[in-house]
């Protein structure tokens, strides 16, 4: 049996994506430094959603409180692992690439606060967890890119867990199909194996 090998995929919506994650870092980090210079403060939906300058985030997306460092190595973790996907995945998953983009996008932008500060800088509030909970855009590009992936896995990509759309059905149907074909195959190899051992034992009793 044939490994298959591990090569990266590399085209123009490669290049495209590429130009979407530079944007977004840019992004992220204007908005950070534009609230802390101008001390952004607005009240959107009362206790709700609000805009708040001066938040320290020395957590994980959305405050949630983890020490700096064992949070920059996870970072460091996600980030390499998604990078690798990035490259090898193939440009037929468009969806999935793009989510992958988003949190190359989101997990670098907030690498940079953590390298630079010690801390992140979030200032976008939302009313979660029972309380105010504050954020940034690359806290977003994370969580938005992670349940686009999720969804892509689980319903849409031709590999889906659960497929929904008419290509993947069509390709899980496909490789189904193959798959029988091939134990087929096995099973009458192994067949005449038998008959060939048969005759063999039958010409040496003959003998």
Aim: glycine share 6%; charged share 20%.
């Amino acid at each position: 049996m044939t490994k298959k090998k591990i090569k990266p995929h590399f085209g123009i919506l490669s290049i495209i994506l590429l130009v979407i994650i530079a944007v977004l870092i840019v992004a992220d980090l204007l908005t950070k430094h534009f609230e802390v210079e101008y001390k952004w403060n607005a009240v959107i939906i009362p206790h709700v959603v609000e805009i708040d300058s001066g938040h320290k985030n020395w957590g994980i997306a959305f405050g949630i409180p983890i020490g700096s460092i064992p949070v920059l190595i996870i970072t460091f973790i996600l980030l390499a692992a998604m990078i690798f996907s990035f490259i090898v995945l193939p440009n037929r998953y468009v969806l999935l690439k793009v989510a992958i983009s988003l949190v190359i996008a989101g997990a670098i932008g907030n690498i940079v606060d953590r390298i630079a500060l010690g801390y992140v800088r979030d200032w976008f509030g939302l009313w979660m967890f029972g309380g105010m909970t504050y954020c940034n855009f690359a806290d977003f590009f994370i969580v938005i890119g992670a349940i686009l992936a999720a969804v892509d896995m689980l319903f849409i990509n031709e590999i889906a867990v659960f497929p929904l759309t008419k290509k993947a059905k069509a390709f899980q149907a496909a490789r189904k199909e193959e798959e029988e074909r091939k134990k087929a195959e096995a099973a009458s190899t192994d067949s005449v194996s038998v008959e060939d051992e048969i005759k063999e034992d039958k010409t040496e009793e003959d003998k």
